[in-house]
């Protein structure tokens, strides 16, 4: 009854001023149009709220039916009812076709990515330890931090001097101002913030590697004292 009456009242059929109306009155217009719709919702393959979807679609003129518009009618009519259901029906079809070329795009634009093999895995962060042999040895840093931080973990260290963490503590910078105010005034530094956790594996890094000499070494002895960690149980 309550969807019946939701539809009645969306469509808002004319009827003359001088029927009655009554709901105790069941050859009333208006009980009798309620009951054309309950009865129509008993056959319809549609929900309650798929069909106000698609008597909103109707309202709007956005259902079609074979590439010809549904019109929508002032009336509480059963052959309407079925235009409007056949119309959704074939937008839901569109739709999901639509979803689907859309699903299929995107896998082709954005494939999963491919997992690495333990092999290429290996393979990939040795040559990033390769670079960084050379990088290092420029300006004393690093890009692969986790990677090296980690293997020095598998070293056994565990614990580090309170003097140490006090050291970094005290000089940490947490922010740096990259360039130089325009001669003009229209040009600021960058501000670029760091990170205290990142900064101090870094600074780990260095210590571990300056600690060793590992920088003094060639390149083929610096990367057998990280494959050796790398392969370390």
Known sequence: ????????????????????????????PLNIAI???????????????????????????LLQ??????????????AHFAQYEMGYVEFKIRDQKYQN?????????SPPEKKMTPEEYKALTLENIRKDYHRFKVDGKILATPV????????????IKLEFVENFLKNFIPEVAEGKIGSNGTSLPKVIKKDAYVEFKNEMIKHYVIHLELQKKTEEEWIKHWEALLTKK
Not at 101 to 109: F, Y
């Open 1 to 28: 009854m309550r969807f019946a009456n939701r539809v009645v009242f969306d469509i808002d059929p004319k009827f003359p001023d001088d029927d009655n109306n009554d709901l105790d009155d069941p050859l009333s």
């Open 35 to 61: 009951n054309r719709v309950r009865d129509y919702a008993k056959r319809s393959d549609l929900t309650e709220q798929e069909f106000l979807i698609a008597l909103s679609m109707a309202q709007k003129g």
């Open 148 to 159: 090296f931080y980690d293997l020095i973990k598998k070293t056994g260290i565990v614990k």
């Open 101 to 109: 070329a859309k699903d299929s795009i995107r896998k082709v634009l």
């Open 65 to 78: 039916i074979d590439g010809e518009k549904v019109r929508f009618f002032r009336e509480i009519n059963q």
